[in-house]
């Protein structure tokens, strides 16, 4: 809460520097806006830009750095024969400090050096925040008056604040490259680890997914099994049947929207039918779980078929239905963003409007309806709790989607759930599964761009 007061007051600071900023331009002009370099406009946000963003970037560091700094210094006042303990026991040590500072109840009765240190712990924060707050506000003035200071009708106030805005754009990006790198790597090398511990070709071609370990050697499964295949072939089925009902229902959704309805009955259907983007999936888990699942095993016990209470059938259907606003409402924008001459010149042609659909629009939006295709494919691959509640827990190798299957999302949640160790072939799965996961979105986009390229090279 404090935090949020401090950066309220940085963006006061900087409005107010903003609006003094762009009357001080005009004034040095007397109000001859002609005269200036750049507009008005930009003398403000070059003065609210000296303002708050040093105090923010000062901020920013301090909330990276302050528990780790505050840290180090309560461990260096304790006690000798503490700081002297194994790494596993100082981190639990250090843990109930942490609790104890926040006024949480730890797990054993604190004794007085760990109360004491919670207090140093508190102490430190509270002078580290008052200090915090002197140096943004000291930083927010200098920032105000060392720009105003600068502000004449020669200064290239658009210029200056637009490379601002260019390298803090490009800061942005590399930060978004940069995690994306640290993701891959983070679970290239945990795979890796596990590799190092089960074969590779066990992995990929193994027909049976057992990953619990044994504590004692003479202990069933004392080794697991870690053959993807199963849930290979449950994401798949899975996901197969989501797009089998997506995909139609919502091209055929877009393209009604977009050319057959009217234009009162498109404003008020098109949010109700992205309304099913916002449902909590835990709400479509169980409505698959409560209402689909058991109707697919009445219907299919009074047709003389054995359908299970978790059945790849129920969760595929009702993923679809999630997924069927990510197809319609994009490619509805995509078939919209169509220039309306290709729709005259193939209707002064002769053509009908449903081969003008087919012939003409369909292929001109190709590429957004592929997008948006792939973007529901991903989300279908993606999906966790509508396949825990409704297809189950079971890696069952099988064709038939009336029987329990699993994906490698659940089973990922799966493994990582409780208190584990990092260096089990078990916890490590999980790191594997995700690499797999991640070759499988790459190939994806790759088919898209391969697709989208090959038709602009015919279409233009």
């Known amino acids: 809460m404090k935090y949020s007061i401090l950066i309220f007051a940085i963006i006061i600071l900087s ?23 750049s507009l008005p406009g930009y003398y403000g946000f070059y003065v609210a830009l000296w303002c708050g963003l040093p105090a923010v970037i000062i901020l920013g560091i301090w909330l990276a750095f302050q528990s780790s700094v505050v840290t180090s210094i309560v461990v260096s006042g304790l006690p000798p024969e503490i700081q002297s303990l194994p790494e596993e026991r100082m981190s639990l040590v250090i843990n109930d400090i942490i609790n104890l500072a926040h006024g949480i109840v730890v797990s054993r009765r604190p004794d007085e050096v760990l109360l004491a240190a919670a207090e140093h712990y508190n102490r430190l924060k509270a002078t580290g925040f008052l200090a915090l707050v002197a140096v943004v506000m000291s930083i927010c003035l200098a920032g105000l008056g060392f720009s105003m200071r600068y502000i004449n009708p020669a200064m290239r106030a658009r210029i200056k604040v637009e490379q601002t805005v260019q390298v803090l754009m490009i800061l942005c990006s590399t930060v978004a490259i940069f995690t994306t790198i640290g993701i891959v790597l983070s679970v290239f090398f945990e795979s890796v680890r596990f590799f190092n511990q089960i074969p590779v070709t066990d992995f990929l071609f193994g027909l049976h997914w057992s990953p619990q370990i044994a504590i004692r050697e003479d202990q069933v499964g004392a080794s697991g099994s870690f053959g993807i295949i199963p849930l290979l072939i449950g994401t798949l089925m899975i996901s197969a049947i989501a797009m089998l009902v997506a995909v139609p229902v919502g091209l055929m959704s877009a393209i009604y ?70 197809i319609s409402s994009l490619s509805d924008d995509v078939i919209n963003a169509v220039p309306q001459s290709l729709r005259d010149a193939s209707l002064g042609i002769g053509a009908t409007r449903s081969e003008t659909i087919v ?55 799966t493994l990582l759930i409780g208190d584990q160790e990092f260096d089990s072939p078990k916890t490590l799965a999980a790191f594997a599964l995700g690499l797999v996961l991640f070759i499988i979105t790459l ?18």
């Open 15 to 37: 409005a107010i520097g903003f609006y003094s900023g762009r009357s001080r331009s005009s004034k040095t002009v007397n109000g001859e806006i002609r005269k200036l370099h």
């Open 257 to 326: 929207m977009s050319e057959y309805a009217a234009e009162g009955f498109r404003i008020v259907v098109k949010p109700l039918l992205e309304i099913l983007a916002g449902i909590p999936t835990v709400v479509y888990g169980f409505f698959a779980a409560l209402i689909v699942a058991p109707f697919l095993r009445d219907v299919g016990s009074k047709i003389g078929l054995d359908v299970s209470s978790e059945s790849a059938l129920a969760a595929g259907l009702v993923m679809g239905i999630m997924i069927i606003p990510f």
């Open 443 to 460: 190939c994806l986009n790759i088919i898209a761009l391969y697709v989208v390229r090959r038709y602009r090279e015919e279409y233009e």
């Open 359 to 413: 012939r003409v629009l369909l292929p001109a939006a190709l590429p957004g309806i592929v997008g948006s295709i792939l973007l529901a494919v991903s989300r279908a691959i993606g999906e966790t709790m509508i396949v825990v509640m409704a297809a189950g827990l079971t890696a069952r190798l099988t064709a038939n989607p009336l029987e329990a299957v699993t994906t490698f999302t659940v089973q990922i949640v």
